[in-house]
């Protein structure tokens, strides 16, 4: 029997943080109980230590409680593979997270995992079931897998007990004769309940999912208005009116469509989701579309940007996001590596003045100009902007590989020095910044952590600004000036995230004080110029 599984609230979260209105929240459970969906996937289950995230991050149960959920309308919620795979005690996590079943609000969980995760959550499968719950598990990635992969996790998922096998077009690369291939494979060794959740790349999401129904697949995902990560998925209202077409399903889609333009073409308004021809070019390339999203919520890229970091994907491999190609995390910054500059040469008690890209710059041009003339700060500035005239800028600062790559001719002809982490970069990378003047500071990236040495810093990201407060502060600089760090919007996520760097960062010991010459988002002191 099929089963229609909207996970809006999950997938569509990773665009606002996971931040839904309770009123959006219970007018779609209202309405998604009225079209028949079957299961909706309320969000995940991350175990964040400190919670920056939305209560769809979390769903707790009183987060759920508080929700006017109808009677016959299941709830599901997903959990990531990689939370658990590198923890230890992975069995007590569980326990510590999920009650059992049934005090629980909770029916369905879904595992996320790459094929190489399937040996190590199958204790979880196990554990989640024997507490009552329906486990499914989202293969991610499928289509890059090999038939003898495909035959092999099936035949390990059929012996873990799971309820439903789910695979994912996570790179929105499929079409729909490799859908059934893809299937066939599956059921040689699967011979339970198989489900799909397509990505709208290539704008072949609901062609998928109806070429899935077609070929035996029982469970299909989709989200309102296409919402969710990069391009999107299958539209619930589209998937609702197939099937009525085709007799399977029946339900008036009235309210439905009252939903998506109170509430979900406002957000589609703001935050632009949805394909365009970067994400269908990934697409073609099998790129991760969460480059392509990342590259879009940055303003500093342009679309010649874009499409010259797509084409460096192509060549260096793109599967895999931030696994050395955008460089915005542990994933590629997790081992030490030193650097051989060392700031405090430079920087010892001195005051330092940092660029970011914000508008403010270009607002109060004149003042900050008067101001540098006047106390004669070192400069840095973020990237490969041009915030002020050449001659008072000391060096850029750069540690994010694809805008290293993108912006690579400007830094060849610059005269300034480029503060990087070249320790960290493969072959691969070097070959392609042969820049005449390269300062090589290390990074090492941990959740949560700061520590400053001579020539590495151990940092919670890779983002430029954290890296920069790096290499001043073991740079032992007297105060940290800014200018254009305006901030994200209130409701993004990378707001959120930079809101905790910050506020961790100036309960450091060694943290230098922080004053703003320009307008900000963030918690920092601002000072008149």
Known sequence: MLKILDCTLRDGGYYNNWCFDKKLINEYL??????????????????????????????????????KIPKNL??????????????????????????LKKKSLISLIRIACHSNEIESIIPVIKLLKKLGYTVGVNIMQIPELSKKDIKNLSYKLAKSKADILYFADSLGSLD??????????????????????????????LENSLTAIDNGVSWIDCTVAGMGRGPGNTKTEYLILELKKRKIRSENILQLLNLVKKYFEPLKQKYKWGSNPFYYLAGLNSIHPTFIQEMLADESFEPDDIYSNINHLKTLGGRKFSNELISLGKDFYKR????????????????VLIFGPGETVLQNKKKIIRFIKKNKPIIFVLNAITPIPKKFVTAHI????????????????????????????????KSRIQF???????????????????????????????????ICTSGEVKRIFLAGLDGYSKDSPKKFEMDEILQNYMSEK????????TPTNYKIKVMKI
């Open 176 to 205: 729909s004769s490799q859908t059934k291939k893809i299937i066939k494979i599956i059921k040689l060794n699967w011979k339970g309940p198989l489900g799909i959740h397509t990505h709208d790349n290539m704008g072949r999401a």
């Open 336 to 351: 030490i590596n030193k650097g051989k500059w060392e700031p405090e040469k430079l920087l010892k008690k001195k005051d």
């Open 398 to 429: 750069v540690c994010h590989t694809l805008r290293l790559l993108s912006d690579a001719n400007k830094y060849k002809k610059m005269k300034t020095p480029v503060i990087t982490p070249y320790s960290s970069f493969s072959k691969n990378i």
């Open 436 to 470: 005449k003047n390269i300062l090589s500071f290390g990074l090492q990236v941990k959740n949560k952590r700061f520590r400053f040495e001579k020539n590495y810093a151990v940092l919670p990201n890779s983002f430029a600004i954290t890296y920069a407060l790096g």
């Open 74 to 99: 299941k709830i599901g919620i997903m959990i990531n593979a990689a939370d658990f795979v590198n923890q230890k005690n992975i069995l007590r996590i569980i326990k510590k997270n999920f009650i």
């Open 510 to 517: 060694k943290s230098k004080k922080m004053i703003s010459l």
């Open 30 to 67: 209202r309405v998604m109980d009225l079209i028949k969906i079957d299961y909706v996937e309320i969000g995940f289950k991350f175990i964040d230590k400190i919670r920056t995230k939305g209560p769809s991050a979390y769903s707790n149960e009183s987060f759920l409680r508080s929700l």
